[in-house]
């Protein structure tokens, strides 16, 4: 045990006072939120990423701010937290009742919201199209049904779409968005420029090239190449998929100066001071690697990557002050006869053994992340809970070691 202490005596050392937080040591989530118009969490899959959002939303909005949560997570896990029964396409506004009821003020307001892909991409047809009957076409076309519903990107473009639009909403004054795991994350990140590129592509242009005005598919007017291509696809999909392609595709062209202008217009908002990036993560290694890789590329692109949030980490526990015969002692006056106190004090002693060595595990990880993520970054630290996250009260709890009015307590004091 004397390295283990060792290590629990270093750790405490390096959590109160290491200089890696650098200039960022001042700084605090409640200057984030208060600093920004749009707050976006990021990272990988299990690491609370929807909690924080929903936490960082509820202090903004107890603390005076008018606040939207925005999610896109197809799980829905914000609903029970924020007290509602499910998450809906709308804006639902959580009473302050529901505040009341659980001894929280609330002096601001909060709503939540759930993406509808469909909805966000037809009100961007009816608003680009360039006529209400052209808008119409595009709307009844089958192939548009299944690119507004289900082709991949599609959710992350409409995701930057619906932010776009609420971040002009006067009725908020902070926006909190609750994104996807970190591969659906970076596929945000690029949604406006690959829409884009592939309403230019080379095929959308062969297809307007070839659809003539008399609203026919003909390929007289392509190169060889081309030309080649596409009858051996017709042959493959049938002549009048190509056709209903077709038109689509010449429908959805006349659109694409909108397109190109609105995902501008997205692309540089991403990068504006008003929109800020927190990366959210758990101390696990793959968990850091990818909140290391994905703050990176944050950085690299532009954006402004404000903090890392490290949750679920394990506190230290103490050693106990007493020794075994007396731990068997007190743990055989409590015990049933049939139940040998030795054996009983000698698994708890591994289990405590094995909860030290996933807190000293957290804190490697968690100053991995430090050492490589930037002294000028802000590092939040949440520790592991021992009960979900199920309503207002325990979402204020989380809210309090996120902004710092409560501290993880890494290594426990004996």
Known sequence: MDSENLCAHDLQNVYHGSDVLG?????????????????????????????????????????????????????????????????????????????????????????????????????????????????????????????????????????????????????????????PPTSNALDFLDAPEKLTSTIDSQAMRWFTTAFQSSGKLSLNLLGKGASFLIRGLANFTGAEFLDEVAHFVVELNALFGGFRERAKQMSDALRSPEVAFVVVTSPKPLAVDESLFLGERLRSTGMGCEAYIVNQIHPLHAEPHVGTAELEAAARAVLPASVDAAQAVSRMHRALDDERLLAIADRIETERLKARGGKTMLYVEVPAFEEDVHDLRSLARVAGFLVGTERAQVVEEE
């Open 23 to 179: 200039s960022a040591a001042a700084m605090t989530l409640s200057d984030v939120l208060a600093s920004h118009r749009v707050v976006v969490c990021v990272g990988s899959g299990g690491v609370g990423k929807t909690t924080t959002a929903a936490a960082l939303a509820l202090h903004a909005a107890m603390g005076g701010k008018r606040v939207l949560c925005l999610t896109i997570d197809p799980a829905r896990r914000l609903a029970n937290s924020l007290g509602l029964r499910e998450m809906t396409t709308d804006e639902q506004l959580i009473a302050p009742s529901i505040f009341e009821e659980q001894g929280l003020v609330c002096a601001g307001s909060l709503s939540a919201m759930m993406l509808d892909t469909k909805r966000t991409f037809d009100e961007i047809v009816v608003r680009f199209a360039p006529t209400p009957e052209r808008a119409e076409r595009i709307l009844a076309n089958k192939l548009y049904q299944y690119v507004s519903t289900s082709l991949a990107g599609t959710q992350e473009y409409m995701a930057m779409e619906k932010l776009h639009a609420v971040r002009g909403d006067s009725r908020y004054d902070l926006i909190i968005l609750d994104t």
